[in-house]
């Protein structure tokens, strides 16, 4: 059925801004062309020697940018689809490492917001990625364990790796919690991967409460 609202604001591709039909608005948020033009990795990075980072695709790609940004402002439920679809299609292009970076006795952890940055969003993003994760990969979620203890300033527009760092420095603790994570694969949850400091705070803090092996997985790698 075609609303009053469809025939006044008809629905647009996010990234391209053509006009879409029932189907691409309702599954992809994006024109096939913008959509099926996402590309995702099909390897694994390094960016430190002791962790693996997931990553699906670049944030350099302007549609799946376009993809977070509404997912993270205009809230979850409409871009669920498209996410979804594009973990699958990672999972079909790298088959063959899920096994070995996805093991099936891991956590999965998000990255933790500040309870005052939570209040004004209303939801984590993060959280909600761990949640799609596991449904699609039968591992739980451990929305508590860490703790953002600080609030820290944006770290979009800081351009040094040092400032960063310092901006996030003992922002993340573990609640404690006996025998955890202790033996435990942990798999960090987060939306986009800039510079890393945020994620190598919550490992320090895993670690020193003895978590093994950590890795990260996220939707966009700048
Ligand atoms: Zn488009």
Not at 73 to 89: S, T
Not at 100 to 123: D, E, T
Not at 140 to 157: F, S
């Amino acid at each position: 059925m075609v609303s009053l609202l469809d025939i006044l604001f008809p629905p647009i591709c996010l990234n391209c801004r053509t006009y879409l039909n029932g189907l691409e608005e309702k599954e992809n948020l994006l024109c096939d062309i913008c959509f099926t033009g996402i590309k995702v990795y099909s390897n694994i990075f390094r960016p430190d020697p002791r962790f693996n980072l997931i990553a699906l695709g670049s944030y350099e790609t302007s549609a799946l940018r376009e993809l977070l940004h509404y997912f993270k402002y205009n809230g979850f439920l409409a871009a669920r689809a498209p996410l979804e679809k594009l973990m699958m299609r990672w999972l079909s292009t790298n088959s063959s490492l899920v096994s070995h970076f996805l093991p099936p006795r891991s956590l999965l952890v998000p990255i933790p917001l500040h309870r005052s940055r939570l209040r004004a969003r209303g939801f984590n993003q993060a959280e909600l990625i761990a949640e799609v994760l596991s449904q699609l990969f039968q591992l739980p979620v451990e929305k508590a364990l860490l703790e953002r203890t600080r609030d820290t300033k944006p770290q979009i527009g800081m351009k040094n790796a040092k400032e960063r760092e310092e901006n996030v420095k003992n922002s993340i603790t573990v609640r404690e919690r006996p025998g955890w994570p202790q033996h435990q694969n942990v798999i960090l949850v987060d939306d986009v991967y800039t510079s890393g400091s945020t994620m190598k705070e919550a490992m320090r803090a895993l670690r020193r409460s003895g978590a093994k092996n950590i890795s990260a997985f996220v939707i966009a790698k700048t």
